[in-house]
């Protein structure tokens, strides 16, 4: 993480405002990130301990060899 001075820069109202708004959430988010992260590793631990297996979110729904048409692609 770059740590950013403005020592001797001018910055506009907007400006502040808009790093006085992500000061803030910065502040808040990292905690709940944090706690968050650690809620699902706990969980995953617990599935691994009791021996389930990782969910498959991706998966094929079917398998098909050659090269389709461009009819077949559109769906004539």
Do not use: C, N
């Amino acid at each position: 993480m770059r740590t950013v001075s403005f020592q001797g820069t001018q910055l506009t109202s907007g400006q502040r405002l808009r790093l006085e708004q992500q000061r803030h959430v910065q502040a808040f988010m990292s905690p709940v990130l944090a706690l968050q992260v650690e809620e699902t590793l706990r969980s995953l631990e617990a599935r691994k301990e009791q021996g389930a297996k990782p969910e498959r979110i991706w998966f094929p729904d079917r398998k098909e060899t050659g090269t389709p048409s461009v009819a077949e692609w559109m769906g004539y």
